[in-house]
């Protein structure tokens, strides 16, 4: 962390220069989904990934892209947004996802 912050200054700079590359998303798509290079402690086996986007994402979008990309049949998720006094990138709306594959009985 610290040489990216020597480096860029900002997590939200080293982000745009580095990994959100939205110019070369296709129009109908505002979403680049990311594992989180700083991922909270979890349990194994359970990913932290991110869903980056230029607009704050409404809960059906969160919702559509997760059954889309991750089918809740193979996955369990669940899904939040920090309040702003505690999200570390305020400039970039993203959601936190937690996921882990779906038990079989």
Do not use: C
Request: glycine letters at 2%; proline letters at 8%; zero cysteines.
């Amino acid at each position: 962390m610290e040489k990216i912050l020597e480096k860029y200054k900002t997590i939200e700079n080293y982000l745009l220069a580095e990994k959100l590359n939205f110019g070369s998303l296709p129009a109908h798509q505002h979403v680049i989904v990311l594992a989180n290079e700083f991922p909270y402690s979890v349990e194994p086996g359970i990913q932290h990934i991110l869903l980056w986007s230029q607009a704050p994402l409404k809960t059906v979008h969160v919702q559509n892209l997760l059954e889309e990309q991750f089918k809740s049949t193979v996955w369990d998720w669940v899904y939040f947004v920090n309040p702003p006094e505690t999200q570390s990138v305020r400039g970039l709306p993203h959601v936190h996802v937690f996921m882990r594959p779906v038990e079989r009985e």
